[in-house]
């Protein structure tokens, strides 16, 4: 199992709302960040929505048995990670649906990295910005799922967006990874705003240097994280393995 874990989200200096958010259910094992769109009002309400619902679906295929929506099933995962495959698709189609009766200036999405324990691995699904790192047994920070961002097409600009989120387009591009939990000491999940500002290698080294509380090495990776005035709002989630 997980030994421990923390999460902290906060709004950062420059923006005056925090539209990102997390989900931890340990009765379903699900852990994960989410980095909501739409403004104040719209985007943190749109997420906060999206989390209790999530925590509602998922383990259902479908309630409603004259639904048109087609069961996704891949034999090369795990029966946690499908149900939460579809889980994602259904909650995806619904939110399109629903902006799709809206004006613009109403519409809301999200980038989202959640993951499923189970056994002795963790499958971690990720759509949009969010970024998945863990921390191997050789104390090196490797790359797990990496934000898809519009950083891969415009490299020098200072503003990205998600190229691809839950809610935003109906067709929807998801990263899928699964791991051994014995493969690694930690897992890290963060929202854009925290990487803008620190390199994984400079998280592995603050993690390895605050072991005993991943509270004080959460708050010590946001506080540097924060240095910049114009950061994002930030997330970031440590997985104890």
Same mark, same amino acid.
């Given at each position: 199992?997980?030994?421990?874990?923390? !999460?902290?989200?906060?709004?950062?200096?420059?923006?005056?709302?925090?539209?990102?958010? #997390?989900i931890?259910?340990?009765?379903?094992? &699900?852990?994960?960040? !989410?980095?909501?769109?739409?403004?104040?009002?719209?985007? +943190?309400?749109?997420? /906060?929505?999206?989390?209790?619902?999530?925590?509602?679906?998922?383990?259902?295929?479908?309630k +409603?048995?004259?639904?048109?929506?087609?069961?996704?099933?891949?034999?090369?995962?795990?029966?946690?990670? $499908?149900?939460? &495959?579809?889980?994602?698709?259904?909650?995806?189609?619904?939110?399109?649906?629903?902006?799709?009766?809206? !004006?613009?200036?109403?519409?809301?999405?999200?980038?989202?990295?959640?993951?499923?324990?189970? +056994? /002795?691995?963790?499958?971690?699904?990720?759509?949009?910005?969010?970024?998945?790192? #863990?921390?191997?047994?050789?104390? /090196?920070?490797?790359?797990?799922?990496?934000?898809?961002?519009?950083?891969?097409?415009?490299?020098?600009?200072?503003?990205?967006?998600?190229?691809?989120?839950?809610?935003?387009?109906?067709?929807?591009?998801?990263?899928?990874?699964e791991?051994?939990?014995?493969?690694?000491?930690?897992?890290?999940?963060?929202?854009?705003?925290?990487?803008?500002?620190?390199?994984?290698?400079?998280?592995?080294e603050?993690?390895?240097?605050?072991? !005993?509380?991943?509270k +004080?090495?959460?708050?010590?990776?946001?506080?540097?994280?924060?240095?910049?005035?114009?950061?994002? $709002?930030?997330?970031?989630?440590?997985?104890?393995?």
């Open positions: 199992m997980i030994k421990a874990y923390y !999460v902290k989200s906060i709004q950062g200096p420059f923006y005056n709302i925090n539209e990102d958010n #997390y931890v259910s340990l009765s379903n094992r &699900l852990f994960g960040i !989410v980095d909501g769109m739409g403004g104040s009002g719209i985007g +943190d309400r749109d997420v /906060e929505v999206f989390i209790e619902q999530l925590k509602q679906n998922y383990g259902f295929i479908n +409603d048995r004259d639904a048109t929506l087609k069961f996704y099933y891949d034999e090369k995962r795990s029966v946690e990670c $499908n149900f939460l &495959l579809n889980a994602l698709y259904k909650m995806h189609a619904d939110w399109f649906k629903s902006n799709s009766t809206k !004006v613009i200036s109403q519409r809301s999405a999200a980038s989202v990295l959640i993951a499923v324990e189970h +056994d /002795e691995n963790i499958s971690i699904i990720s759509v949009g910005s969010n970024s998945a790192y #863990y921390l191997n047994s050789q104390n /090196e920070m490797i790359p797990l799922l990496v934000p898809d961002d519009s950083s891969n097409l415009f490299p020098n600009s200072l503003i990205k967006w998600p190229l691809s989120a839950m809610g935003m387009t109906e067709h929807i591009q998801w990263q899928i990874r791991i051994k939990k014995s493969s690694g000491k930690a897992i890290f999940f963060f929202t854009d705003g925290v990487l803008d500002n620190l390199k994984p290698k400079e998280v592995g603050i993690f390895l240097t605050n072991q !005993v509380s991943l +004080d090495c959460c708050n010590k990776i946001l506080l540097q994280a924060n240095a910049m005035k114009f950061s994002d $709002n930030q997330t970031a989630m440590i997985l104890k393995l």
